[in-house]
Each structure stands twice: as C-alpha cells, then as structure tokens.
C-alpha cells in the first residue's frame, strides 16, 4: 500500500476521534491526526539518530533523534510505538516502548497539527533500518547531540518534542 492510503483516524484538540481520513489528504488539508515519537537508546545509552528519506511525504531529508510515525485508524498509541520502532529500526522482539507523556504538537504556520505520544526503548539489538525510511543512521551519545542540533536540519516536530521531552526529564 502506498503510506499515502493508509487510513488514519482524525481527531479534534481533545484528542477524540471525529473521523477518517487517507494520511496523503490529512497531511495535505492539514487535518489533526495521531503520532508516535519512540526515543531509541543502544546498549550503551547512545540515541539512534538518523536522516529521513528524499521521498518522505512529510520534512524529506531532514534529521531526526526519534523513529516514530502516524497512529492508523484503530490503532492505539502503544501498538503504534512498537510497530513503528521495530520497522524503522528494522528488529523484531524489542521490548515495549515506555511511554513518557503526551502533547499536541501544531506548527507555527497552523498546517501540521497532530496529537503526539512519546515513548522511549533500549535497542540492545543490531539495527538494520528500513531504506524505504532511513537514508543515513548513527548512534550519539547526548553531548553529540546537542553539538549537532543547530548544525543540522531537523524535523521541526522532533526538534520540539526533544524540547519537551528534556524539560520533562528536567522537571522529573
């Protein structure tokens, strides 16, 4: 199936399900829908960080420090993290994400708006991730990070929700 026709649930702010709608109509009509954010950690604590493909319906070629996408209709948000995870890291058998907290993420231009659930796992697996989604992948550890956030291009949701999910780590 092309990602385009996968069929998502829409939502409104509370995060009710009001309709559906195909992901290639909801990204372009801006309609609010569901996402998962997975922070993946090696063995050694390191974070997965990667460069999204050049044919991603959504900020192509861009970076990001979480793998992660849309919640399908019907789906919880705890399913979604782990199919998401296991796809994009390319494993089977990792452990269920933990889940951290929740937030409405909206753009600055009011277009990209969804409800957004964060999670985080311990990858202690060898990683092959799927080409389809990952062009380019590393592990850093969090100083690297932080060294590469204004140096790169990064998904404007991740690079929020990384914000949030520091302050929370911070507020913990």
Sequence with gaps: MNPSDEILDIVDENDVVVGQAPRGEATARGLRHR??????????????????????????????????????????????????????????????PEPL???????????????????????ELPVNPQVEEVAWHTFLDDAELERRIGDWLWVPDGLDCYRRLRAFRAAS
């Design 35 to 96: 996402c998962v954010f997975i922070e993946a950690r090696d063995a050694e604590g390191r974070i997965f960080v990667h460069r999204r493909t050049a044919g991603k319906l959504v900020f192509p070629s861009h970076y990001d420090m979480f793998v992660g996408g849309v919640v399908g209709a019907g789906e919880s948000y705890d399913e979604a993290a782990l199919r998401e995870a296991e796809e994009e890291l390319g494993v089977s058998g990792l452990p269920r």
């Design 101 to 123: 907290f929740k937030f409405l993420y909206e753009d600055e231009g009011g277009h990209h708006t969804w409800w957004s659930s964060v999670y985080r796992v311990r990858c």
